[in-house]
């Protein structure tokens, strides 16, 4: 008989290359090296039961296993076989057990009914139900008991809900938990526990959901990673089924209606329409809200940068690439991937921290071995986040926003690219999936042409010609006959070696390092150091000069802060009574100079009004925005300094006197400004100045003598 660490046991020594060793064995499954040694008897015994090959024992090499293809089919088949009649349940199993089966009643369930479900007595049920109460209590839920009725649980529905998720999910990755629920059987490695999760979701068509999703994303013009498709889906299903059961969720007001007027809420409602077709209920509009919820905080790979409050939360990744840069003493200010790639993770990761949505991240130990000093750099220049969040980031959350550092680092060792191309593929969010092509980039000479998830690689496989797949999953090999190669993310020395060996059939120099002179990166050092006054004509000249290819996009104007904020964009002193007239005044500036149209005006008070008091990004300092639309006529940023403070009704911040009114036209021309208005808003010596000033010059002169040194 096996239990569920020896069913695993012999499963990774099945899988294993060659002879794995015990001390290896003992690491992986956190037991002593002679637990190991008395598991590895148990198996040969059941081997032997079976009539199969016994496990193989070299030493100083350690254990490994041989059989023909048909033993080893037969084999799988017996450990994804196991029922409970054959199968030796742990306490912690059982106890999982026991919480799916109130999750699933929401009644009252006897002792004697659980006892005779697992083959235990009543007695171990009884001692079981000490950490089931523990687990529920931390969950906020309680457990009621019942003189002649058993025990049940009561709680608020959003807790039942992420109880039920956190249950499925706590000891399986969240992408493989879909898989988990969708198939009769997920691989041979299947245990009874994992099939008496199923009985959870045995009424729902989890496939109808998921092209509910795909329609999701062509609406949002989105991408969404595995795990956020995963979670999304798994979501979706625990709704469904609590709505049949007539246990509907409730929603501020206040917070459903600043829902509503957001491109993810329309997704939402267009997604319940369908479901409501196909399962035959009813969906209210705070069942609508919670999905909306879900779609915002997904980590998603792809989307635009049009939500009303895009000026704070690019203010605050450019302050935290600011501060982590300054702890790690490298300047990544000019990495515009970085910078990017950040906006897209911090957005929805506020969205979490505000309705408590978890993230797992299972690379979590392997981040803080890594990158330790890039790990806790992070964590100790997230207060920006965290402040606006109203919320503290959780060490997973924080790993994967150091991914994304740990991913510009590299890319300062990478090569110039090849004409292999290359697809990496990745379940656990774009800050691993940017790390893996950073750190592969850095050690060969290959054209990585895309990062997507598992879901989307058969659509990302439809374009350009792909010579090789790097994947951190587990998927189909051989795809349209590409080779595939899985990887760890932090690239194991026997995955170099792997990639190594395909790539030789396509070129033998690929391993060359040698530096090809890139025109973006001439531009990049003498806009560091020189002020440019003619981009596109100092680009071209030099292509010239130098014989390469001129890679910089024409007509792509990005405008340094001294050429936006000029005097006649400043007004001193002013006198308003009031937040919202001094909004008006700054939006006036903008109007005045022709680079907004009123509309945008209105935009920049309807969203605080709505929203509320997020403009106001640091003590003493509002930042209005709106809405990047049709209103907006060109780049521009207004400074109005105000006679007496005014109240935005910031708790932290208030009183303001520092208002400055930003528009942008589309996701990346302004950057390079807002970066530099960062950094001065950091600067003590510019708001003093700023505050004090009696003429526009007096400002705009400070930041060109700040900008030349």
């Known amino acids: 008989m096996l239990n569920k660490r020896c069913s695993k046991l012999l499963y990774e020594v099945i899988n294993a290359e060659g002879y794995i060793s015990i001390s290896n064995l003992s690491k992986n499954f956190g037991v002593s090296n002679r637990t190991i040694r008395y598991d590895l008897d148990k198996i040969d015994d059941f081997l032997k039961s079976s009539n199969l090959p016994q496990l193989i024992r070299k030493p100083n090499e350690g254990i490994a296993y041989k059989c023909s293809s048909t033993e080893k089919s037969s084999l799988l088949s017996l450990i994804g076989e196991v029922d409970l009649n054959q199968y030796s349940l742990s306490q912690d199993e059982r106890v999982t057990m026991i919480l799916i089966e109130l999750l699933e009643s929401r009644n009252y369930v006897t002792m004697d009914k659980l006892a005779e479900d697992l083959l235990v007595s009543r007695s171990t049920i009884l001692k079981d139900m000490d950490k089931v109460r523990e687990w529920l209590e931390d969950k906020s839920i309680e457990l009621k008991p019942c003189k002649r009725h058993g025990v049940m649980i009561a709680g608020e529905e959003k807790y039942l809900r992420k109880a039920a998720m956190n249950l499925l999910t706590d000891n399986v990755d969240i992408y493989k938990a879909l898989n988990l629920i969708k198939y009769p059987k997920v691989s041979k490695s299947e245990f009874a526990l994992e099939k008496y999760k199923k009985q959870f979701f045995k009424d729902i068509d989890i496939s109808y959901i998921e092209d509910c999703l795909h329609l999701g994303e062509k609406q949002l013009e989105t991408k ?13 299903a625990i709704a469904i089924k609590r709505i049949k059961e007539e246990k509907d969720i409730v929603m501020q007001k206040e917070e459903l209606k600043a829902l509503q007027i957001t491109k993810e809420f329309v997704v939402a409602s267009s997604i319940a329409k ?16 919670y999905i909306t ?5 997904s980590n998603v790979s792809i989307s635009k940068n049009d939500d009303a409050d895009w000026g704070t939360i690019e203010f605050i990744t450019n302050d935290l690439i600011k501060k982590v840069s300054s702890a790690l003493n490298i300047n990544l200010a000019y990495d515009k991937q970085l910078l990017n790639g950040l906006i897209q993770h911090i957005r929805p990761a506020i969205y979490r921290l505000k309705h408590d949505i978890t993230l797992k991240n299972p690379l979590i130990k392997e981040i803080k071995e890594s990158y330790e000093k890039v790990f806790y750099a992070v964590k100790m220049s997230i207060y920006g986040i965290e402040k606006y969040a109203g919320s503290k980031l959780s060490e997973e959350e924080i790993g994967y926003i150091a991914l994304h550092f740990g991913a510009a680092i590299e890319r300062n060792k990478k090569a110039d690219s090849s004409n292999i191309n290359v697809i990496v593929v990745c379940a656990t969010g774009i800050g691993t999936s940017r790390l893996v092509s950073s750190k592969i980039q850095s050690l060969f000479n290959l054209n990585i042409i ?10 990302a496989l439809k374009g350009e010609k792909i010579d090789l797949i790097i994947t951190t999953v587990p998927i189909r090999l051989g795809i349209n006959n590409i080779p595939c190669i899985e990887v760890n993310p932090f690239l194991t020395e026997k995955n ?3 990639i190594s060996s395909v790539l030789r059939k396509y070129d033998s120099s690929y391993t060359n390092n040698t530096r090809k002179i890139s025109l973006k990166e001439i531009m990049k050092i003498i806009r560091r150091n020189c002020t440019i006054l003619d981009d596109e004509n100092l680009a071209q000249e030099l292509a010239s000069y130098f014989s390469i290819n001129n890679d910089i996009k024409r007509g792509v104007f990005e405008p340094m802060l001294q050429d936006v904020l000029t005097e006649d964009f400043i007004k001193l002193n002013v006198d308003a009574k009031d937040w919202e007239q001094a909004i008006r005044f700054g939006g006036e500036i903008l109007k005045a100079n022709d680079v907004v149209k009123q509309e945008y005006i209105e935009g920049m008070i309807n969203s605080v009004k709505t929203l509320g008091p997020y403009v106001v990004i640091a003590p003493g300092i509002a930042m209005p925005h709106a809405r990047p639309d049709e209103s907006v006529k060109k780049i521009g940023m207004s400074l109005v300094t105000l006679k007496e403070p005014v109240n935005f009704g910031n708790k932290d911040n208030d009183p303001v006197r520092l208002v400055v009114c930003l528009c942008a036209v589309d996701h990346t021309s302004h950057l390079k400004a807002l970066s530099q208005l960062v950094t001065f808003l950091g600067d003590k010596d510019f708001v003093e100045v700023a505050l004090n000033s009696t003429e526009p010059s007096e400002i705009t ?3 060109k003598n700040k900008e030349e040194e």
């Open 496 to 498: 170099i070696n792997d």
């Open 293 to 297: 919820i879900h779609l915002l905080g």
């Open 450 to 459: 895309d990062t997507v998830s598992y879901h989307d690689l058969n659509n």
């Open 701 to 703: 002169n400070y930041i």
């Open 274 to 289: 369908a479901l409501e077709n196909k399962f035959q209920i009813v969906i209210p509009v705070d069942e609508i809200g």
């Open 224 to 236: 969404f990673t595995d795990e956020a498709y995963s979670g999304l889906v798994i979501h979706i």
